[in-house]
């Protein structure tokens, strides 16, 4: 038992800082690219960030636990927003502007419901997963659009057209003809890509991916053989043991980014993991194996997603800033969230 306790440790020790040391080359290689801070916490630090949720919902995909995958995405989004946006405006007052509603935050309600009507026949099939990943790869070339083509609204009305008319083909393949970042010359971009420290950037990237991939093989293991020989249900360990591990990167990364005045990250870093959580880790989970859903699911821990998401998006327009005492209605939502979560598991 205690082997099994150090694996577990190990494990997520592995996702953690993985996951840390990925964050912080990749931002480091946008940055070298010119890539906005804004745009760099709802895409390569939200995906940083998502790493350990994705690799381990991939490792329980593959061993056909999906109770993990589902608690593992749905317990994280809960996490990020009740718990480590909570946390945040402990330190700090977070300031919030009209795009991170009607845009991120709109395009992250509708990825809770949209999941949410998916799982009503208590499965993600092929089918929904190929939908959510195109929503995933749409969402992410739409915030690599010119604004001065939507008359100054660039927002979630504007996404779903973007997304109906495919115009992220059009995206694609112009992004991949001129590169994501049209401000840099070739020149510019050879001279970086050869710089020493961008190589550095790259070691440490690919390194800590290692890192990421044993540290959610362990980690999950470990997760399942801890349900089994307590006999507690898969979707339990998933949304609570799973869920909260796999969060440490966000809240470090969130509350790092509040107590340095950078409000705009910290919400785009937790908006985005939860768009990521859905649109790309339900995708590719439920592509490499058809995930089943329990009715618990659909009756209280999905619901609960989609609440506290409301919340959030209520708080972001109040005064344009989530303050101390919002955060700690936040903290105690997620304490009563537990709390049901330990009461449903005892009288089950």
Not at 132 to 155: P, Q, T
Not at 170 to 183: A, F, H, L, P, Y
Request: with cysteine; charged share 15%; glycine share 6%.
């Amino acid at each position: 038992m205690i082997t099994n306790i150090l694996i577990l440790l190990i494990g997520l020790i592995l996702l953690v800082k993985g996951s840390d040391y990925f964050v912080k080359s990749a931002s480091s290689i946008a940055k070298k690219i010119g890539v906005s801070e804004f745009i760099i916490g709802l895409t390569l630090v939200a995906v940083g960030t998502s790493i350990p949720e994705l690799a381990s919902s991939v490792a329980a995909s593959l061993a056909h636990s999906s109770g993990i995958v589902i608690g593992n995405v749905v317990g994280s989004n809960i996490a990020n927003i009740a718990l480590i946006v909570g946390c945040a405006t402990l330190l700090a007052v977070v300031k919030t502007d009209t795009e991170m509603l009607k845009r991120d935050g709109y395009i992250m309600m509708f990825a809770a419901v949209l999941f949410f009507v998916f799982a009503f026949d208590l499965q993600l099939s092929k089918i929904d997963a190929i939908i959510l990943l195109l929503f995933y790869v749409a969402y992410i070339f739409f915030l690599f659009e010119d604004k001065s083509k939507y008359d100054g609204k660039f927002y979630f009305k504007e996404f779903v057209t973007y997304f109906l008319k495919f115009k992220y083909v059009v995206s694609i393949n112009q992004r991949v003809k001129t590169g994501i970042d049209k401000r840099n010359s070739g020149k510019r971009t050879s001279n970086i890509l050869n710089s020493i420290d961008l190589k550095k950037d790259i070691l440490t990237l690919s390194l800590s991916v290692i890192a990421v991939i044993f540290g959610a093989k362990y980690f999950v293991e470990e997760a399942i053989f801890f349900a089994q020989i307590f006999q507690i249900p898969d979707t339990f360990i998933g949304v609570t043991l799973v869920a909260v591990g796999t969060s440490l990167p966000e809240l470090m990364v969130t509350v790092s980014a509040a107590r340095k005045g950078y409000g705009n990250i910290a919400i785009g870093n937790v908006i985005g993991s939860n768009i990521t959580n859905i649109f790309l880790i339900l995708g590719i989970s439920s592509l490499i194996f058809p995930l089943e859903i329990t009715q618990f699911s659909i009756t209280f821990t999905i619901p609960f997603m989609i609440f506290i998401s409301l919340i959030l998006l209520w708080f972001i327009s109040t005064h344009w800033e989530i303050r101390r005492k919002e955060g700690i209605a936040l903290i105690l939502l997620y304490a009563l969230f537990l709390g049901l979560l330990v009461n449903f598991n005892i009288l089950t």
